[in-house]
């Protein structure tokens, strides 16, 4: 790594060029003004952000020794909460207020739907996931277990793809309902003024409510493809009879295609291993490519290779004969990493790594310009969205406030442009939202319930307070379902309806949809704007949860009724009550935490892949990130700490389970096995992260992977 001096700080070369030639080019944007500006911002709110970092430090500390203290004594949840006043932790409540974000554009503030997350790294998946806003639902029923099995190996499945073609037209039926019969029995669809005729077994009809017909492309008697609205979304009804699958349909109905991820968030967090200038160039010139339009890839797959490039918008005619624009691509935010992480990219005046933070803020703002500065684009109403993650409390958010008013001052942009996601991820931001909102009360276009980093922060916290539930329990108990109820009667208090996104977490098995089809409507009938999913295929069948409940209206009613959750509960800490679990109970749990771990953590260090799908003890696919492994290495920890486990046991299991992941690899040949030997980066990076696991500030992966990443990138 080479760096270059520009202002007060040194700048990795290649992030220097890329920042130089790429960036700024076109921006109006001086190179000496912007370096100038960034210097200023590295040096000087470095020391705000190391003093808030400590304070996460200090009431752990304090929180800590409570526990301690109070150790063999059953907690009383008044004194404990009055603690936490006294600390600081739990801050007052200020007067009631609503938030004011303005310019906010609709897929934030009106429409509802799936929220794609993706690793701003690779570019093949962001291109599938800027794209995914739109997808076929027919492929998605096809090639996944959402109708209950799961498609064999072979060519066209002739019985599956009729029952495919069923599914979807219930869909419809449910969805856009005809006048007179189903729309399965369709012959013929024609796009007359104002009204969509359908011709069916009893003769011709349309749609028992006209207003959801949107549009059509092609020929209004032989229209290509035909639009329909509910909820906001739309769907498509394609029409081609000389395809494979419209020659076989009486009305030539070749796919429903669904308008799906509404917002897509390119992650240069928790899914990316990004440990020095090279790594965060990458991120930041796929983001530029983002943002200007021309990001390509060269993908090979099924035996062809073809460049993926970003879809443009769709043209269609309107009922009424006019032409309209719908977009192509989703609606992108950018997450930028949280107030933890410094990161070599960048040192600064006294060679100290910089915030990686403050980095991210101003380099991502600066490539957003050049979507802010045309017509259409991401963003219609010239805003820019920052995801900001893992934040503790109200000080830590206004501190995100003061860095963009910094940012946008710097490049000239009016205050507020850049709009905050909030993570309602740690508990101190949990137990304190309405201030953290009030902190950001002109910026704030979401809050969201990162369950998983909660998690992993929720054992941390109370490491001391005794041992944790196995993971599954922990997820059944009072404080989790209070968290997620709380995060949303807080966010319609703050008056966030129609100006910010209250968001739901992730689905973490990738393959299982059937269970997602199942279970995470439960999100939208929690009043939720968007859920997030990690796939497109995900976010076309999540989509149709947004289109069965009309999300407005059940936060309408939620607001009315008023809040349903409290603190308190969100205070109970979920530990085991004198359960007497057997030595096998122990082993499955620990086992299972550490395949996830071993499974996560060779690929980040060995391989620089930030999320993986890491199979189960039970062979499930689990999507595994930084979150996820902060749970699980804190779980591990917990128990280590108060001898659940002995040491050796735990080590003995993290060899076993080595091997099994070696195992899981055997096909990719630049796998490095981490048994017999045990002495590569990566199994030293999960011993790390399980037996330091109780002094990670807050229990973050972070710090542990990106040690051992740069150590394998500068041996090699
Ligand atoms: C706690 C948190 O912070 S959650 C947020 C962070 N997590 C994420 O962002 C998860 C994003 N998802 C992913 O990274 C991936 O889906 C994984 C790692 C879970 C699974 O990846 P894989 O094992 O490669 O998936 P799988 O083989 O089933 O599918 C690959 C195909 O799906 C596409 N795909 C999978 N996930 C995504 C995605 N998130 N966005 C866009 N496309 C995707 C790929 O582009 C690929 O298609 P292609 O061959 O046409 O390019
Ligand atoms: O970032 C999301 C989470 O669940 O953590
Ligand atoms: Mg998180």
């Given at each position: 790594?080479?760096?270059?001096t520009?202002?007060d700080?040194?700048v990795?070369?290649?992030?220097?060029?890329?920042?130089?030639s790429?960036?700024?080019a076109?921006?109006?944007?001086a190179a000496?003004?912007?370096w100038?500006?960034?210097?200023?911002?590295?040096?000087?709110?470095?020391a705000?952000?190391?003093?808030?970092l400590?304070?996460?430090?200090?009431?752990?500390?304090?929180i800590d020794?409570y526990?301690?203290?109070q150790r063999?004594?059953?907690l009383?949840a008044?004194?404990y909460?009055?603690f936490?006043q006294?600390?600081?932790?739990?801050?007052?409540?200020?007067?009631d207020?609503t938030?004011?974000?303005?310019?906010v554009d609709p897929?934030?503030?009106?429409?509802?739907?799936?929220?794609?997350?993706v690793?701003?790294m690779n570019?093949r998946?962001?291109?599938?996931?800027?794209n995914?806003?739109?997808?076929s639902?027919?492929?998605?029923l096809?090639?996944?277990?959402a109708?209950?099995?799961?498609p064999?190996a072979?060519g066209?499945d002739?019985?599956?793809?009729?029952?495919?073609?069923?599914?979807?037209?219930?869909?419809?039926?449910?969805?856009?309902?005809?006048?007179?019969?189903?729309?399965?029995?369709?012959?013929?669809?024609?796009?007359?003024?104002?009204?969509l005729?359908?011709?069916?077994a009893q003769?011709e009809?349309?749609l028992?409510?006209?207003?959801?017909?949107?549009?059509?492309?092609g020929?209004?008697t032989a229209?290509?493809?035909?639009?329909?609205l509910?909820?906001?979304?739309h769907?498509?009804i394609?029409?081609?009879a000389?395809s494979?699958?419209?020659?076989?349909?009486p009305?030539?109905?070749?796919d429903?295609?669904?308008?799906?991820?509404?917002?897509t968030?390119?992650?240069?967090?928790d899914?990316?291993a990004?440990?020095?200038g090279?790594d965060k160039?990458?991120?930041?010139?796929n983001?530029?490519?983002?943002?200007?339009?021309?990001?390509?890839?060269?993908?090979?797959k099924?035996?062809?290779?073809?460049?993926r490039a970003?879809?443009p918008?769709?043209?269609i005619?309107?009922?009424?004969?006019?032409?309209?624009?719908?977009?192509?691509?989703?609606m992108?935010?950018?997450?930028?990493?949280?107030?933890?992480m410094t990161?070599?990219?960048?040192?600064?005046?006294?060679g100290?790594?910089?915030?990686?933070?403050l980095?991210?803020?101003?380099?991502?703002?600066?490539?957003?310009?050049?979507?802010?500065?045309?017509?259409?684009?991401n963003?219609?109403?010239g805003s820019m969205?920052?995801?900001?993650?893992?934040m503790h409390?109200?000080?830590e958010?206004a501190?995100a406030?003061?860095?963009?008013?910094?940012?946008?001052?710097?490049l000239?942009?009016?205050?507020?442009t850049?709009k905050?996601?909030?993570?309602?991820?740690e508990?101190?931001t949990?137990?304190?939202l309405?201030?953290?909102?009030?902190?950001?009360?002109?910026?704030?276009?979401?809050?969201?319930?990162?369950?998983?980093?909660?998690?992993?922060?929720e054992?941390?916290t109370s490491?001391?307070?005794g041992?944790f539930?196995?993971?599954?329990d922990?997820?059944?108990?009072?404080?989790?379902?209070a968290y997620?109820?709380?995060n949303?009667?807080v966010g319609?208090?703050?008056?966030?309806?129609?100006?910010a996104?209250?968001?739901?977490g992730?689905?973490?098995?990738p393959d299982?949809?059937?269970?997602?089809?199942e279970?995470?409507?439960?999100?939208?009938?929690?009043?939720?704007n968007?859920?997030w999913?990690p796939?497109?295929?995900?976010?076309t069948?999540?989509v149709m949860h947004?289109h069965?409940?009309n999300?407005?209206?059940?936060?309408?009613k939620?607001r009315?009724?008023?809040?349903?959750?409290?603190?308190?509960?969100?205070?109970?800490?979920?530990l085991?009550?004198g359960?007497?679990?057997?030595?096998?109970?122990i082993?499955?749990e620990?086992?299972?935490?550490a395949?996830g771990?071993?499974?996560?953590?060779?690929?980040?260090?060995?391989?620089?892949v930030?999320?993986?799908?890491?199979?189960?003890?039970?062979?499930?696919?689990?999507?595994?990130d930084?979150?996820?492994?902060?749970?699980?290495?804190?779980h591990?920890?917990?128990?280590?700490?108060h001898g659940?486990?002995?040491?050796?046991q735990?080590?003995?299991i993290?060899r076993q389970?080595?091997?099994?992941v070696?195992r899981?690899?055997?096909?990719?040949?630049?796998y490095?096995n981490?048994?017999?030997?045990?002495?590569g980066l990566?199994?030293?990076?999960?011993?790390?992260?399980v037996f330091?696991?109780?002094?990670?500030?807050?229990?973050?992966?972070?710090?542990?992977?990106?040690a051992r990443?740069?150590?394998?990138?500068l041996?090699?």
């Open positions: 790594m080479t760096h270059v520009r202002a700080i040194s990795d070369a290649e992030l220097a060029t890329f920042v130089e790429r960036a700024l076109g921006t109006g944007v000496d003004h912007f100038s500006e960034l210097s200023s911002l590295i040096n000087g709110f470095s705000k952000n190391r003093a808030l400590q304070k996460r430090q200090d009431l752990k500390g304090q020794a526990h301690i203290e063999g004594t059953e009383d008044s004194a909460k009055s936490l006294e600390i600081g932790y739990l801050v007052p409540q200020g007067p207020f938030v004011d974000t303005a310019g897929e934030i503030g009106t429409i509802c739907g799936p929220q794609l997350v690793p701003i570019a998946y962001a291109l599938n996931a800027a995914a806003r739109w997808g639902l027919y492929d998605a096809y090639g996944t277990d109708m209950g099995s799961k064999t072979g066209y002739t019985v599956r793809g009729a029952e495919v073609i069923a599914w979807a037209k219930s869909f419809l039926d449910r969805t856009f309902p005809l006048a007179i019969g189903s729309w399965g029995d369709i012959t013929d669809i024609a796009c007359t003024k104002n009204m005729r359908v011709t069916g003769g009809t349309g028992a409510d006209p207003l959801q017909y949107a549009g059509f492309q020929g209004d229209p290509s493809a035909v639009f329909l509910n909820n906001n979304l769907v498509q394609k029409i081609d000389d494979p699958i419209g020659t076989q349909d009305a030539g109905i070749s429903v295609v669904l308008e799906s991820a509404l917002t968030i390119m992650d240069c967090e899914s990316v990004a440990v020095d090279a160039t990458l991120a930041y010139s983001w530029l490519g983002l943002m200007q339009g021309t990001l390509t890839e060269t993908v090979s099924g035996g062809q290779t073809f460049t970003l879809n918008d769709l043209q005619t309107t009922p009424e004969g006019g032409a309209k624009t719908l977009k192509g691509r989703a992108m935010l950018v997450r930028n990493v949280g107030h933890l990161n070599p990219a960048i040192l600064d005046k006294e100290n790594e910089a915030f990686e933070g980095m991210d803020a101003m380099i991502t703002t600066l490539i957003a310009l050049h979507d802010l500065q045309r017509e259409g684009g963003s219609v109403t969205y920052v995801v900001k993650p893992k409390g109200p000080e958010v501190f406030c003061e860095i963009f008013d910094h940012v946008e001052q710097a000239g942009l009016a205050q507020n850049v905050i996601g909030i993570m309602d991820e508990r101190r949990s137990v304190n309405r201030e953290c909102i009030r902190a950001a009360k002109s910026r704030v276009a979401f809050i969201n319930t990162g369950f998983l980093d909660r998690t992993g922060d054992i941390h490491m001391e307070a041992v539930l196995p993971k599954a922990i997820k059944a108990q009072p404080w989790i379902a997620e109820d709380y949303v009667d319609l208090a703050c008056g966030l309806q129609g100006r996104q209250i968001g739901k992730m689905w973490a098995i299982n949809m059937a269970d997602m089809l279970q995470k409507i439960g999100h939208v009938e929690a009043g939720a968007c859920a999913v796939s497109p295929t995900a976010a069948l999540h947004y069965a409940v999300v407005p209206a059940v936060q309408e939620l009315q009724n008023g809040p349903r959750a409290s603190v308190d509960t969100i205070l109970q800490i979920p085991a009550q359960q007497n679990w057997s030595a096998d109970e082993t499955r620990v086992e299972n935490n395949q771990i071993l499974g996560y953590v060779v690929r980040w260090v060995d391989a620089g930030g999320c993986s799908k890491v199979p189960d003890i039970n062979n499930i696919g689990l999507m595994e930084r979150a996820t492994c902060r749970i699980s290495s804190q591990i920890a917990n128990w280590l700490h659940v486990v002995s040491k050796e735990v080590m003995d993290l389970m080595a091997a099994v070696d899981q690899n055997q096909g990719d040949p630049s490095v981490m048994a017999p030997d045990f002495t990566a199994f030293q990076a999960a011993c790390d992260l330091k696991g109780t002094q990670q500030p807050s229990g973050y992966t972070e710090p542990v992977l990106h990443r740069l150590e394998l990138k041996s090699a």
